[in-house]
């Protein structure tokens, strides 16, 4: 007799799971178990957001309206006027910055599409409460954001599916299609693993951040 019955019954009950479970996928050519999702199921899932509007919701949100729900929602971590506090991420400002050697990467200075803000608003944030603004609320924020970082100047304006597409971020223009057409892919055969190159030079090299002590010394 086994010293531990209990788990001698959940052993042979698996067991006995395990070959229903085969027998069913052998017969059946799948495993069985579980349906396939609802079609509300599916839409909870499906809110991306595609650089040409599609998948954007109806709905519509002014900069006024959008200051009002940031400073209520977003500007704990993002500041009042976006430029982030602490170590939170900075949203606006770092115009002309991004060939320095301090690159601030924001909305208006590095992302390309406006699709990418909304979907990433819509989905992730707030931080701690995820999906829980309507899509009228995130028009207006995302309105607020293309405010603060001189994308409109005009307070009065209004963002919607009907205009969303029509909207150019400042640094659209840098991201390319990388064609590379010096590196081979696998269509153009095996790629090069080794001596691939005859001649290596270097550059450039990381900037060096001195974040290690020069001594064993600690304070």
Not at 47 to 74: H, K, M, N, T, Y
Not at 174 to 182: E, L, M, Q, T
Not at 206 to 219: G, K, M, Q, Y
Request: hydrophobic share 40%; glycine share 10%.
């Amino acid at each position: 007799m086994s010293r531990f019955p209990e788990l001698a019954r959940v052993g042979a009950a698996t067991l006995a799971l395990s070959l229903l479970l085969a027998a069913g996928a052998a017969s059946a050519g799948k495993f069985g178990i579980g349906r396939e999702a609802r079609d509300e199921e599916v839409a909870g899932w499906d809110i991306d957001i595609r650089p040409d509007g599609q998948g954007l919701p109806a709905g519509s949100g002014s900069v006024q309206q959008g200051e009002e729900v940031f400073l209520e929602l977003c500007a704990a971590c993002h500041g009042d006027f976006a430029e982030g506090v602490d170590r939170w991420p900075v949203l606006s400002g770092g115009a002309d910055s991004l060939a320095s050697e301090d690159p601030v990467k924001t909305v208006g200075s590095y992302w390309p599409y406006l699709s990418t803000v909304y979907d990433y608003i819509y989905r992730a944030m707030p931080f701690g409460d995820a999906q829980s603004l309507t899509p009228d609320e995130v028009y207006a924020i995302t309105a607020y954001i293309l405010y603060m970082n001189d994308v409109v100047g005009d307070e009065t304006f209004v963002l919607s599916q009907e205009n969303f597409a029509d909207m150019r971020l400042p640094n659209e223009a840098n991201f390319i299609p990388d064609a590379r057409p010096d590196t081979p892919t696998l269509a153009d055969g095996e790629p090069c693993m080794s001596d691939c190159k005859g001649q290596v030079e270097i550059t450039g090299r990381a900037r060096i951040l001195d974040v290690t002590p020069d001594s064993d010394e600690s304070n």
